[in-house]
C-alpha cells in the first residue's frame, strides 16, 4: 500500500467547518423516519438513480458489508472529521437536490437526512450508531469542499448489513442484491468507489475475549462468506465497467485487533495487514485480489478505526495526544475517495506524490 491513498499521515493546516455549513445544529435533528410509501419498484429506483449521479456529476461511493460490519460508524466517522477537525480543512453539506422527487424519493431523502444530521449529531455526542433499518437502500448525497481544492458531490450508499447475510438453508446461500443496487450497478457507466468492509471482530471488545474464541470465529466466517459472495456479484453486474471502478477492502475496527492505542501497529499497519486479511478473510480477500486483475493500481487495502467504542454502545473519550491516531484514518480515507473520484489528492500529506501518468490517463477515460 505504499503507492496509494492510505499511506503515513500527518496533520495538516485547515480550519474548522462551521455550524452553518455543515448544519449540525441541535435544533436540526430529526425525528425517527415513519414511513407510509409502499412503492416497490426497486428496478426503477436504481434506473434513476443512474440516471441523477450521472446527471449531477455525482461520485457513488458504495460501501459492502454484512451486519455489524462498522459501514455506518465508517461513513458518521468521515462526517466527524470534517465537521470537528481543523485539519480537516474542508466544509460538507448535504445535497439533497442530487436525488428525485415525490413519492418514495421523499422517505429516501429522509433517510439521507436522518443519517447525516439525526445520527451525525448523536455520533459526536460520543453515541454509536444503531444498526440501520431502512426498508430501501439510499445514497446519501453530499458536496464536499476543501479549501483550495475543487468541490465534489459524492453520494454514499447505506442499507442492511443483513441484506448481505448468508442463508446456508439454500442452495445457493447468497442473496441477491436488492433490486435498486442491482439496476444502479447494471447501467452506471461512470466509474465507482466501492468498500468493502470486513470487521476484525463483529460485537465488540469481548467478541475477541478466549471465552468466546469459537462464537466469533463463527461469525467472522459468515462475514468472510457474505464479503466472498458479495464481490462476486459486483464482479458480475459491472462486467466490463470493473476495471474502470477503484477498490477498497478495508479491516475495521483495527483497536480491537491492537488492544490499545498506544501499540506501534494502530498506526503502522502495513506490516502486519496482509497476514491478518488472510487469516481472517482467506474466501473474500482473494476474491478482491482476483478482482479486475488487468488494472492492479485500482485496488487498495487498508485498516480503519471509526472511533473506540464500549460495550455500552458508546464512544470512549480519546485522550488528546491519541486523537491524531483515530482521525488519521478518516483522513485517510477521505483521501482515497477524493483521488478515486478526480485522480487528485486531497491532503498531501496522505498521497505525497503527484498523480501518475497512469493516474491521468484514467482519469481523461473516466471523463
Known sequence: MSSNPLDEVAPAPGSRASKQETGLDR???LPPVVSSVTDDAGAERGQALAQALSDSDCHPVLLFGAASSGKTAILLSLLKYINTSSDA????????????????????????????YA??????????PEATTARYPFFV???????????????????????????FDKSNPHPQFKEEITEFLRLYTGHVSSIYVAPYAVEG????????????????????????????QYDNLRRTLVHRDQHL??????????????????????????????RK??????????????????????????????????????AKADTEGVDRFARELWD??????????????????????????MAWIRN
Open 27 to 29: 435544533d436540526a435533528v
Open 89 to 116: 480543512a474542508a466544509t460538507i453539506s448535504l445535497d439533497l437536490g442530487t436525488l428525485p422527487n415525490g413519492g418514495i424519493w421523499d422517505e429516501l431523502r429522509r433517510y439521507a437526512e436522518r443519517l447525516f
Open 119 to 128: 445520527e451525525g449529531y448523536e455520533f459526536l455526542r460520543q453515541r454509536a
Open 141 to 167: 448525497p453530499i458536496e464536499l469542499k476543501p479549501h483550495g481544492a475543487p468541490r465534489k458531490k459524492f453520494a454514499f450508499f447505506e442499507g442492511q448489513g443483513e441484506w448481505f447475510h448468508p442463508d
Open 205 to 232: 471488545y469481548d467478541s475477541a475475549a478466549s471465552q468466546n474464541a469459537a462464537e466469533a470465529t463463527k461469525r467472522i466466517q459468515e462475514r468472510d462468506f457474505a464479503l466472498g459472495g458479495i464481490i462476486d
Open 249 to 278: 477492502f478495508i479491516l475495521t475496527k483495527w483497536d480491537i485487533r491492537c488492544g490499545n492505542l498506544a501499540d506501534p501497529e494502530f498506526r503502522e499497519y502495513l506490516g502486519v495487514l496482509d497476514q491478518e486479511l488472510q
Open 281 to 318: 478473510y482467506p474466501i473474500s480477500f482473494q476474491r478482491f485480489q482476483n478482482l479486475a486483475p488487468d488494472t492492479p493500481n485500482n485496488k487498495v487495502k487498508g485498516a480503519y478505526c471509526a472511533g473506540i467504542f464500549t460495550e455500552r454502545r458508546t464512544l470512549a473519550p480519546v
Open 336 to 361: 482515497w475517495i477524493y483521488f478515486s473520484a478526480n485522480a487528485t489528492p486531497l491532503y498531501d500529506d496522505v498521497r505525497a506524490q503527484k498523480p501518475s501518468l497512469l493516474d491521468k490517463i
